[in-house]
């Protein structure tokens, strides 16, 4: 899960294993919501996104899950390869918020061979 | 990320130092924006800008000082700055509301 401060949370898993890496949201009014992925020495990348309208998107191998119940927003990504290691990011908007995305600390996804 | 580029990747200047830090976006986006990325943190918005204008200065220092010509450019003057300020300074544009889309970034270093 996401975490705020000195220690990113790490997910370890093994390649071809399917990868899980959460976040809880802070906002009940967001009405949309960003997984990025951040490799060293890169700035982050777009991977899915999904509004609150909907519970489930699915993208190529991976999938964004979200529970508005809880506040909690979930990416799978199936047959996790060595290229998928990376810092992983969540980020929400609302009207509250208007051009702005709040994100989450990160968690440090590692792929091992 | 050829969609928005930044330019220079990295910085080292002294705290006497005026260097800027430019950014371009090839994206037709309407809005940019500049965020600070230290260690272990969260990304932290600096500055937007919305159809050219500031539209955020999120309680950012004088010492950094942006500029935003027309919608495909955007710079961030930096003079006097501290050595808390080294960090990875990243871009990014976005058409209204929506998904941002992130430059490279810009790894400054102050002495």
């Known amino acids: 899960g996401e975490s705020v401060g000195l220690h990113l949370p790490t997910l370890s898993v093994q390649e071809g294993d399917n990868s899980i890496i959460n976040c809880a949201y802070s906002n009940s009014a967001s009405d949309y919501f960003i997984w990025y992925k951040q490799e060293s020495g890169k700035g982050p990348q777009f991977i899915i996104d999904?509004?609150?309208?909907?519970d489930k998107r699915q993208g190529q191998r991976v999938t964004v899950l979200l529970n508005k119940t809880v506040k909690h927003l979930s990416l799978q990504i199936a047959a996790t390869q060595p290229g998928d290691s990376a810092v992983y990011f969540c980020?929400?908007?609302?009207?509250?918020?208007?051009?702005?995305?709040?994100f989450g600390a990160g968690t440090i996804l590692r792929v091992k061979s | 990320e050829t969609g928005v580029t930044q330019t220079p990747r990295h910085l080292v200047m002294g705290m006497t130092n005026k260097k800027s830090l430019k950014c371009e976006q090839h994206l037709g986006h309407n809005a940019m924006y500049w965020y600070k990325q230290s260690a272990k943190k969260p990304l932290e918005l600096m500055f937007v800008y919305s159809l050219e204008e500031r539209v955020e200065n999120n309680s950012v220092p004088s010492r950094f000082s942006p500029e935003c010509p027309n919608s495909s450019h955007l710079f961030l003057h930096l003079h006097t700055l501290q050595p808390e300020d080294s960090a990875l300074y990243l871009c990014?544009?976005?058409?209204?509301?929506?998904?941002?889309?992130f430059g490279p970034g810009t790894r400054l270093t102050v002495l």
């Open positions: 990014a544009s976005s058409d209204g509301p929506d998904t941002q889309y």
């Open positions: 999904i509004r609150s309208n909907m």
């Open positions: 980020a929400e908007n609302s009207r509250e918020y208007g051009n702005k995305l709040v």
